[in-house]
T-cell receptor
């Protein structure tokens, strides 16, 4: 158990819909990261937050947005969903925001678009 | 741009034997970190081992060790005394050590362990 909690574990929805994925970091971790794992794109970094502030953006679509709340949990919002958004979405957390901080991953949310 | 390449899509090893998974990366940075993550069928991402580029000594964690060749930009993972529970997808990852902590992953190597 990494200590990172992601909910829900599995989400099934239709094209055009909007969903919210939730992540609670390990106790004491200030950084939260979101990654997307899909068959065609592999594992890709989406976005990083540190103590409530956006720190870095990766290949995140404009239809996607995220935030980190004062209690340090984070949400990833996906809107106008397309079939290609079907993927496993991971949240990870680390103590600080530097590269020397190992990232600990949650179990992921499997998003299926029908 | 930094890239990570894993040239072995699949590997197989007999139980109790040793296997080496390959990883190469491309970067112009001198300070960075390298990682191996394991993803079993349960789909969790588990940190196996990490290496700081400024350290010449290869990292070791129990049966897992790395062969880090900085000049060659190579970072292989050796698994000794392979166990059935080692069967998983293994991802090599790179973090260049800048202001962000973004991991760049390779495409993975699927390891099968034969009893």
């Amino acid at each position: 158990d990494s200590g990172v909690t992601q909910t829900p574990k599995h989400l099934i929805t239709a094209t055009g819909q909007r969903v919210t994925l939730r992540c609670s970091p390990r106790s004491g971790d200030l950084s939260v990261y979101w990654y997307q794992q899909s068959l065609d794109q592999g594992l890709q970094f989406l976005i990083q937050y540190y103590n409530g502030e956006e720190r870095a953006k990766g290949n995140i679509l404009e239809r996607f947005s995220a935030q980190q709340f004062p209690d340090l949990h984070s949400e990833l919002n996906l809107s106008s969903l397309e079939l290609g958004d079907s993927a496993l979405y991971f949240c990870a957390s680390s103590r600080g925001d530097g590269a020397n901080q190992p990232q600990h991953f949650g179990d992921g949310t499997r998003l299926s678009i029908l | 741009a930094q890239t990570v390449t894993q040239s072995q899509p699949e590997m197989s090893v007999q139980e109790a034997e040793t296997v080496t998974l390959s990883c190469t990366y491309d970067t112009s940075e001198s300070d960075y970190y390298l990682f191996w993550y394991k993803q079993p069928p349960s789909r969790q991402m588990i940190l196996v081992i990490r290496q700081e580029a400024y350290k010449q000594q290869n990292a070791t964690e129990n049966r897992f060790s790395v062969n880090f060749q900085k000049a060659a930009k190579s970072f292989s993972l050796k698994i000794s005394d392979s166990q059935l529970g080692d069967a998983a997808m293994y991802f090599c990852a790179y973090n260049y050590g800048g202001a962000t902590n973004k991991l760049i992953f390779g495409t993975g190597t699927l390891l099968a362990v034969q009893p």
